[in-house]
């Protein structure tokens, strides 16, 4: 008798061991924080498939690889959007802008937005900041596109490194640089109907050249002014 009660006592007792029930536990906290890494990246989904798959072929398939449509996952990058409260448009696109393209007109994607760089050939003469006969045409065309939208435009004077006369009005070129980029300004809001609300003026002076100073053609380009529809919105109502 006394040795069937030994054998009955050293049975196993039913249901899964003690560490597999410490195991699973452990697991299931590895899933969670894979889970918690992966929604604060941006991770491709067939990428994600194939790591969930490797994940659960580790754990002896005992977890079942999650079904993720495509499109679903979220995206981490930030996007800018319109603030609804401020009456924000979407801005122009860069096809917009084809019709006031041309030789002395360059229109490019940026990151604050989109830049129009116009060149001095059409806007000013060498150190001064009164605009040409015909940049005042382009600059309505200019106006024409941008108009309609809220998006703050940032408008940059700059000059060629051409010194300045004695009698000219301006003390350096940063001055000089301001003033073309005001003469803008106030044209655009004057002429142009833009709101005075959506325009920042800001000078660069000689310091950012796109080409050779040695030559006319050269200064012409830096001689230029450049306006950034910017993806920042006035806070007021429609234009």
Do not use: C
């Amino acid at each position: 008798m006394a040795k069937k009660r030994n054998r009955q006592e050293e049975e196993p007792e039913a249901g899964a061991p003690e560490w597999m029930t410490t195991y699973g536990d452990m697991m299931t906290l590895l899933m969670t924080f894979f889970v918690l890494i992966v929604s604060f990246s941006e991770v491709k989904e067939e990428k994600l498939m194939q790591v969930l798959s490797s994940f659960r072929e580790a754990l002896g398939g005992r977890f079942d690889t999650p079904h993720l449509p495509i499109g679903s996952m979220p995206s981490t990058r930030p996007e800018i959007q319109p603030n609804p409260n401020e009456g924000g448009k979407d801005i122009a696109s860069v096809d917009a802008y084809e019709s006031i393209r041309g030789p002395d007109v360059k229109v490019e994607t940026v990151d604050e937005g989109t830049k129009i760089t116009l060149g001095g050939k059409i806007l000013f003469e060498e150190g001064r900041a009164e605009l040409k006969s015909g940049a005042e045409q382009k600059l309505l065309e200019v106006a024409g596109v941008v108009r309609g939208y809220l998006n703050k435009i940032d408008i940059r004077g700059h000059t060629s490194s051409t010194l300045l006369p004695p009698d000219s009005p301006f003390k350096d070129h940063m001055d000089l640089s301001y003033a073309r980029a005001r003469v803008i300004a106030d044209f655009l809001i004057e002429q142009g109907h833009i709101l005075e609300e959506r325009v920042r003026v800001s000078a660069a002076g000689k310091s950012d050249i796109l080409a050779s100073n040695l030559y006319p053609e050269g200064r012409s380009q830096n001689d230029r002014a450049e306006l950034i529809v910017t993806t920042e919105y006035i806070s007021m109502g429609g234009e």
